[in-house]
């Protein structure tokens, strides 16, 4: 176990799941590129748990871009555990979003990893965009107010 | 909306989840080698529902060896979208277990997919083995009495 | 080593690689959703043997869907291989063709797993169309004249 | 076409391959996890282009494990691209290395990525240990002189 490291200020959404064997590999733990699915995927539920759905923002025209990933892996997850990620707005700008994230195992609280990830809003022809406003209120609002 | 394709005279195991945006592809839907990952973790739900673990199955020194998978796609997903799989056993020899799958769209009841998946039971060495008497019993409950 | 199932009497497209590590999984071989990738790279891989792309068809407004794959895992491949992937025109209609596969180790020639696709041709709106000319005609070279 | 972010003082190793469908998102562009895969199989040739094998390398009981990785996406890549990543040893201490990338489009020379992964060598049994001799003079033998 080890103590958190999300922030306290702010709101944070946390969804679980169980490790999928297809994720894991040869050394017999979770592969590294599945964390990034993970983490999309908590994406995914952040704006779901806010009342937003992401499919929506596409189909507005709107694509959430990721411009850069940064992940350090702390100890190995395996298959047969049920992992819980916790996903938070890190910083938020006119044109790019940092998310942050934390990696659980859900029965043993062990810290699998953390990471961040900045995005941009790009149109359907890929010209960068400011965020439009509601999503922009929406991440604002995960803030510290 | 479409008619049940899944059999009702035996146990069967529903999982449902999120389809996640890295399992999309460049047409817009989900990929087709996404649903063998889905149909997998429908099987491990399958044994988490009946109280095996197929965690502990590998711990034991067994491995579950997918020999042959035949899949029909029926109609897209899509990204924003909760899909249910269905799981049941569909034959059961000393040898092999063939399990039958339905992938349903949770919104709309729509029919994904309809598969099976043939596997046998393989030691640590590679050696091909009947099954354990306690997961040849689970699996035998799922079957009509 | 095993003697071919791929047929004699049309064309048949190769391509090789080397097995990557995020294809494995925690039994130590490559996972069977691998396999599907791979088949789907050995079809593009047949398109541009013959002159043709498939981005060039999507870009036309067509897409090709998966509508059906059949697997038969033989034997395991592993981290470390390098595995050919033969492809070949199995059957050819107005609205939809089928691909068999087989794939080999490179250097044991050890059969891996024989598989086939069916696939249909639809337009942006999803409507399923007749294969345009071209393409029928690229398809239809491949088989015994 | 962008100048180059790869260091000019030592050995770059570069491999490059098409675009998989399967590695693309309903974006139309590849998925940004798919690169990490890539990065991962540019190890797997640096490796094989010095003369070694990383599957010998887990055969004689070591694992090199992933600890952190940061990349930056510049330019999408999209299927019907061939694409080319350069990898070589941006750092080496005792116990970890660390690895820098460059995904570059082959026809356009368009700058995709640039990325690094740091790694630890681990025993079979999760212990941290120091890189085998001869591993460690393969990677010194990268860096400048």
Chains 1, 2, 3, 4 share one sequence.
Not at 104 to 130: K, M, P, Y
Request: proline residues 3%; aromatic residues 12%.
């Amino acid at each position: 176990m080890s103590s958190s490291t999300a922030p306290t200020d702010r709101y944070i959404a946390a969804t679980d799941f169980y490790v999928r064997y297809a994720e894991t590999d040869a050394q017999g733990v979770v592969h590294h590129a599945s964390y990034i699915v993970w983490l999309e995927e908590a994406r995914s539920h952040y704006a779901r748990s806010v009342g937003s759905d992401y499919a929506d923002f596409e189909r507005a025209g709107y694509f959430m871009s990721v411009i850069a990933v940064e992940i350090r892996y702390r100890a190995p997850a395996r298959y047969g555990s049920r992992v819980v990620i916790s996903c938070w707005v890190q910083a938020l700008k006119s044109r790019t979003v940092t998310f942050g994230y934390e990696v659980r195992d859900v029965a043993e609280n062990t810290l699998h990893a953390t990471a961040s990830t900045e995005h941009i809003c790009i149109t359907r022809e890929g010209q960068v965009v400011a965020w439009p406003t509601d999503w922009k209120q929406k991440l604002a609002d995960g803030l510290p107010s």
